[in-house]
C-alpha cells in the first residue's frame, strides 16, 4: 500500500536556526514527490516537485532533497514568516492510475523571533 | 502563476440542507480536478477525481449520491453536499491540473470551510 510519513509532527525554532522536515514514502513507482505549504485556513501552496533520487531543488530559505525512500526539506536560517505546515505528497505510477497525490500528514513548523 | 478560485470560503448550515461549493480555475483549462477533504491535524484526503465532461472517480469509502461532482466546463467544477450532517464538517479543497505546464504541478484553492449545525 502507498503510504507517506512525515516527521516530525511539530518543530519549533528560534529564528535563524536551520533544521530539516522528513518525508518517508513506499509507493509502487514514484512519478513525483511534491513538498507544500500550508497556512491556517487556507490551500497548500505549491513548493518543489522531485521526480528521482538524488535530486535537488531550492527557493529562498528552503532546500528540498529526494532518495529512493525519502525526501528532506531543509530550512536554512528560518524567519517567523516561514511558520507553516509542510505537507509532502508522493504520485505513485502504476499504470493507468490517475495523478492523484497521496499526502502525509504534515509537519507544523513554528520559528520563533 | 495559476490561479484557482475557491467559493465559499466558509459556510454554516442546519443539518438535512445541501451546500454547493466551486472550484474555479483563472487562467487555464483544467481538464481534470481533485476534492480533498481534510479534518483538523490531519492529512489531506482525496475524495473523488473530477473529469470534464464525465463522470467523477470516487474514492472508496466515499459517496458518490452525497457528495455530488459536476465539471461541466474546463474551468469549473463543483462539489454539493446533499443532507449535510455534522460529521460532515470539514476543510474542503480542490485542486486543479494546469494541461499546459505539464502533469506535475497541481494547484489548490484556498478551501471551504464547512461547519453543519
Same mark, same amino acid.
Given at each position: ?113 | ?107 489548490? @484553492?484556498? @478551501? ?6
Amino acid at each position: 500500500e502507498d503510504q507517506v510519513t512525515q516527521s516530525p509532527e511539530a518543530l519549533r525554532l528560534q529564528e535563524g536556526e536551520s533544521s530539516s522536515l522528513n518525508c518517508s514514502y513506499t509507493v509502487s513507482g514514484l512519478r513525483g514527490l511534491f513538498w507544500y505549504r500550508q497556512d491556517p485556513g487556507k490551500g497548500p501552496e505549491f513548493l518543489f516537485t522531485l521526480y528521482s533520487a538524488g535530486e535537488e531543488k531550492e527557493k529562498e530559505r528552503l532546500k528540498a532533497t529526494l532518495t529512493k525512500k525519502e525526501s528532506f526539506l531543509h530550512i536554512t536560517a528560518p524567519k517567523p514568516e516561514d511558520s507553516a505546515t509542510y505537507l509532502c505528497a508522493v504520485q505513485a505510477g502504476n499504470g493507468g492510475a490517475t495523478n492523484k497525490l497521496i499526502f502525509g500528514t504534515g509537519t507544523l513548523l513554528a520559528v520563533q523571533p | 502563476g495559476a490561479v484557482v478560485s475557491q467559493h465559499p470560503s466558509w459556510v454554516i448550515c442546519k443539518s438535512g440542507t445541501s451546500v454547493k461549493i466551486e472550484c474555479r480555475s483563472l487562467d487555464f483549462q483544467a481538464t481534470t480536478m481533485f476534492w480533498y477533504r481534510q479534518f483538523p491535524k490531519q492529512s489531506l484526503m482525496l475524495m473523488a477525481t473530477s473529469n470534464e465532461g464525465s463522470k467523477a472517480t470516487y474514492e472508496q469509502g466515499v459517496e458518490k449520491d452525497k457528495f455530488l461532482i459536476n465539471h461541466a466546463s474546463l474551468t469549473l467544477s463543483t462539489l454539493t453536499v446533499t443532507s449535510a450532517h455534522p460529521e460532515d464538517s470539514s476543510f474542503y479543497i480542490c485542486s486543479a491540473r494546469d494541461r499546459g505546464r505539464g502533469r506535475e504541478k497541481l494547484f489548490f @484553492g484556498s @478551501g471551504t470551510q464547512l461547519s453543519v449545525l
